[in-house]
């Protein structure tokens, strides 16, 4: 089964690159679409300037938005993706706060920068089959800085840290409704809990890498967690894994 892909770019030799990366990143069959200006692209995501895309059975699974677009920012239709179930990445020349806070805050899944070599952003896509956000290293540096300041308070806001308020009681932590979970996601969480990537759960399952990503989007909601770490935690506590 094909994976169907995104790129929306105006300028068509980043596009041609941006193909090219995407194509040698994963072992998937792909099936590109191609979109030079936010209205090609709502066209081909079959949704309007003011509405949400939703999903159906042959949704993009990935899609790559360049921030920088003639007709309006990369920005208005990442806000209009929050809600779809695709890995969505931002791409841009710029490493600053004023594009990279925004471009998160409305949904962006990673953040690469297209000056940076082929080698280096099909390493970075990689990282999705791996359950790591795809991000340029200069941005990943800068998160590092952002954060280690003490910027973090509001996200690029640019405000010193508040005062740290005293420590709460420990609570003890919410209890695993791992009822809700299906079998398929329950068997998912015993493979991440046991530390195999999303690609070897994938060929362990036989199933798409992208469908093992869907799979993880579901058990961090149903458990109210956002990393592989605590939803191991919480497995182990209820004696799944």
């Not at 169907?4 to 590109?32: G, K, M, P, Q």
């Not at 509405?51 to 059975?57: G, H, I, L, Q, S």
């Not at 956000?133 to 840290?161: C, D, K, M, Y």
């Not at 046991?194 to 798409?208: P, V």
Request: charged fraction near 25%; charge should be negative.
């Amino acid at each position: 089964m094909s994976i169907r892909a995104l790129i929306v770019e105006d300028n068509a030799v980043a596009r041609s690159f941006l193909t090219r990366v995407v194509r040698e990143s994963f072992s998937d069959e792909i099936r590109f679409s191609e979109a030079s200006d936010l209205e090609s692209a709502r066209v081909l995501l079959g949704i309007g300037a003011g509405e949400r895309a939703r999903a159906d059975a042959d949704s993009f699974r990935l899609i790559l938005c360049d921030l920088e677009q003639p007709d309006s920012a990369g920005l208005e239709l990442l806000a209009q993706l929050s809600d779809y179930p695709a890995i969505k990445i931002a791409t841009t020349l710029h490493s600053d706060d004023e594009h990279l806070f925004p471009a998160l805050q409305c949904g962006a899944n990673g953040y690469l920068l297209k000056e940076d070599r082929f080698e280096v952003l099909v390493e970075e896509l990689q990282k999705i089959v791996r359950g790591q956000p795809p991000l340029s290293p200069a941005i990943a540096r800068r998160l590092l800085t952002h954060f280690r300041n003490g910027e973090g308070n509001g996200l690029g806001g640019g405000h010193q840290a508040a005062p740290a308020a005293a420590p709460a009681a420990p609570q003890a932590p919410a209890p695993l409704d791992h009822e809700r979970l299906t079998p398929r996601e329950s068997e998912v969480l015993t493979y991440l809990s046991k530390g195999f990537t999303i690609k070897e759960i994938a060929s362990l399952m036989g199933i798409k890498w992208f469908t093992v990503n869907d799979h993880i989007k579901s058990i961090y909601k149903k458990l109210n967690v956002s990393s592989r770490a605590e939803a191991a935690v919480l497995a182990s506590k209820q004696g799944l894994v």
